[in-house]
């Protein structure tokens, strides 16, 4: 599974975990609904900036929402 899948796996986990919509997700990122859309299915890898944003909104820390090798 390449590193892309594995993030937006994770992203999309602990996105419903607590209770967002994707709608609601990319608003309080202040991405398109699209853009997260191609993350969580892994055709885009999320750069830092992002994956910091998303543990920020989603209360987790990277550590905790970066994929286990």
């Known amino acids: ?5 594995k993030w937006g796996r994770r992203i999309r986990a602990f ?7 994707q709608e609601g997700f990319a608003k309080d990122l202040g991405i398109s609904v699209s853009v997260l859309g191609e993350v969580e299915r892994g055709n885009r ?11 920020a ?13």
């Open 1 to 5: 599974m390449e590193a892309a899948e």
């Open 15 to 21: 996105r419903k975990l607590k209770g967002y919509t």
């Open 45 to 55: 890898l999320p750069n830092d900036q992002l994956i910091e944003e998303v543990a």
């Open 57 to 69: 909104a989603l209360n987790v820390t990277v550590e905790e929402l970066s994929p286990r090798e």
